[in-house]
C-alpha cells in the first residue's frame, strides 16, 4: 500500500511538471510568433519605404530631365504633381505661373456642381397645359419650361408631342410658348470669339434646346436661334401625329410665362451623374455652360447669369483652401481666352475632389477620359505604362494644350497632375510632351 502510494504520488508530480513545462513552452511558442510577426511586419514596412525611396527619387531624376527640356521648348510649360497617398507635394516648376487652362477648366466647374447640387441634381424640361379643352380643342397655350438640359433628345421631343396628343388635344387655338426665362437673355459667352458662331464649339446660351444643338435637318443657321428651332420642330411633330396648330403658333418669352400654372403633363430629366460623361470625355462646351446655369439658377431662379454661377466657382476655391489672386474666369467651359489659372490650383482643385470620395471623386474619376481607352485621349498613350493608368481632361485652344487629371503610379500611389502649356505654335508637341510625363509617372 505504501508503495502503491508513492508510485501515485510520483505519477501526479510528473504530470504536474509536465503540464507545466508544457504551459511554459506553449506561451513562449506564442511569444516567440508574435515576436517573428512583429519583425516581419517591420521588415516590410523598411522594405516598402526603401521601394519608394528608390522610385521617388528615379521618377526625380527623369522629371528633372523632362524639367529641362522644357526650360528649351519654343512654349511655356506649368508643372504641378501631388502625391494624393501620401499627401504631400512631389513635383513642381513653374506651377504659380498664371496660364490659360482652356477645356481643363471643365474641371472646375464639373467638381463645383457636384459639390453644391450634387450627383443626382436633375436638368429638367417641363411643359404644361393652359386653357380648356373642348371636343378636342384646346382654348389656351402650350407651355413649355426650358431648364437648360443638354441632353434633351429629339426623341424627348417626340415624346412630348405625344403627351400633348394624349391629353385629348387635336386642335391648338393658342400658343405654343417657350418659357426661356431660367437665364438672361445673352446668346454668347464673354470673350466668346465672334467668328467661332453658330457652331457645335460655340453653343447658343438658351435654357430650351434639343439633339445638343445640331441640327436635325442640317440648317446650320438655326444654331443662334435653337429655342425657336425647338419649337417649331415641335409644331412639326405635332402636324406629324395629327395636333393641328396655327401657322404663326410659337412664341418665346423672356419672363416666366402665365401659361406654366399648375402641374406640368410632361417631365424630361438628366442628372449631373447623367450628363459629366459626355462633358468630360467629348469636352462638351453646351454641357459645361449647362452646369454653369444650373448654378446660377440657385442664386437666382429667374434670368440667372454667368456671374451668378461663377461666383459659385469662386466659393468653392475658398472652400478648397485655394489662392485666388491668379485665377480669373469668365465661362464655365474655358472657351474664352480671358480665363486664367494656375497649374498648382489645378492640382488643389483635384485634391479637394479626392479627399470628398463618395460626393464627387468617385463620380468625376469614372467620368474622365482614359489614356489610349476612351475620350479626348482614346489615341493618346495607346502603348506604355501611361495606358489604362491615366485618366484626364484635355485642353486646346489655337495656341494652348493642358492636360490635368490623375495618374496611377507602379508604386500603386495616386497621383494628381497638372500640365499647362501656352504659347505654342504646335500642339502636337505639347502633346507629346505630356504624354511623356504622364508615362514617367506611371513607369
Not at 403633363?265 to 459629366?276: E, S, V
Not at 489662392?323 to 480669373?328: L, N, P, T, V, W
Request: charged share 20%; glycine share 6%; net charge neutral.
Amino acid at each position: 500500500m505504501k508503495r502503491l502510494f508513492i508510485l501515485v504520488t510520483f505519477i501526479i508530480a510528473a504530470s504536474l511538471c509536465w503540464t507545466s513545462c508544457g504551459g511554459c513552452s506553449e506561451s513562449d511558442r506564442l511569444s516567440s510568433e508574435s515576436d517573428s510577426a512583429a519583425l516581419a511586419s517591420l521588415e516590410a514596412q523598411r522594405m516598402k519605404e526603401e521601394k519608394n525611396r528608390i522610385w521617388s527619387q528615379q521618377l526625380h531624376e527623369r522629371l528633372q530631365a523632362i524639367e529641362e527640356k522644357a526650360q528649351s521648348a519654343n512654349f511655356t510649360t506649368a508643372l504641378c504633381i501631388y502625391d494624393l497617398t501620401d499627401d504631400s507635394l512631389f513635383s513642381a516648376f513653374n506651377e504659380q505661373k498664371t496660364m490659360i487652362p482652356a477645356s481643363t477648366h471643365k474641371l472646375l466647374t464639373s467638381i463645383t456642381a457636384l459639390h453644391f447640387l450634387g450627383k443626382d441634381h436633375k436638368l429638367r424640361t417641363q411643359a404644361f397645359c393652359h386653357g380648356s379643352i373642348q371636343q378636342g380643342v384646346l382654348n389656351g397655350d402650350i407651355c413649355v419650361v426650358g431648364g437648360f438640359d443638354p441632353a434633351f433628345s429629339y426623341q424627348d421631343l417626340q415624346r412630348l408631342a405625344k403627351a400633348v396628343k394624349n391629353l385629348g388635344i387635336q386642335k391648338i387655338s393658342g400658343s405654343i410658348i417657350g418659357d426661356i426665362s431660367m437665364k438672361d437673355s445673352l446668346r454668347l459667352g464673354y470673350g466668346w470669339s465672334w467668328d467661332d458662331v453658330p457652331s457645335p464649339i460655340t453653343p447658343c446660351l438658351t435654357p430650351l434646346f434639343l439633339n445638343h444643338q445640331r441640327p436635325i435637318d442640317g440648317r446650320m443657321n438655326m444654331m443662334m436661334n435653337a429655342d425657336e428651332y425647338f419649337l417649331k420642330l415641335l409644331q412639326r411633330e405635332l402636324k406629324a401625329i395629327g395636333v393641328e396648330t396655327k401657322e404663326k403658333a410659337i412664341r418665346l418669352v423672356f419672363s416666366p410665362s402665365d401659361a406654366r400654372q399648375g402641374k406640368a403633363f410632361f417631365t424630361a430629366t438628366h442628372t449631373i451623374k447623367d450628363i459629366l460623361p459626355t462633358l468630360l470625355q467629348e469636352s462638351d462646351n453646351l454641357y459645361a455652360e449647362a452646369l454653369l446655369y444650373q448654378l446660377a439658377a440657385t442664386q437666382r431662379p429667374i434670368r440667372a447669369t454667368a456671374k451668378d454661377g461663377i461666383q459659385l466657382l469662386w466659393n468653392l476655391l475658398e472652400q478648397a483652401g485655394i489662392e485666388k489672386q491668379r485665377i480669373r474666369i469668365v465661362d464655365g467651359s474655358g472657351i474664352s481666352l480671358y480665363n486664367g489659372t494656375t497649374a498648382q490650383a489645378q492640382v488643389a482643385l483635384l485634391r479637394y475632389a479626392y479627399n470628398n470620395k463618395e460626393s464627387i471623386f468617385d463620380v468625376l474619376y469614372s467620368s474622365l477620359p482614359v489614356a489610349g481607352e476612351s475620350g479626348t485621349i482614346m489615341e493618346r498613350m495607346t502603348e506604355g505604362t501611361a495606358r489604362g493608368n491615366v485618366h484626364a481632361k484635355t485642353g486646346t485652344h489655337t495656341n494652348a494644350s493642358c492636360l490635368t487629371g490623375y495618374a496611377t503610379a507602379s508604386n500603386g500611389h495616386l497621383l494628381a497632375f497638372s500640365i499647362l502649356c501656352n504659347g505654342t505654335t504646335s500642339r502636337y508637341s505639347c502633346r507629346l510632351f505630356q504624354d511623356e510625363i504622364c508615362q514617367e509617372l506611371t513607369k
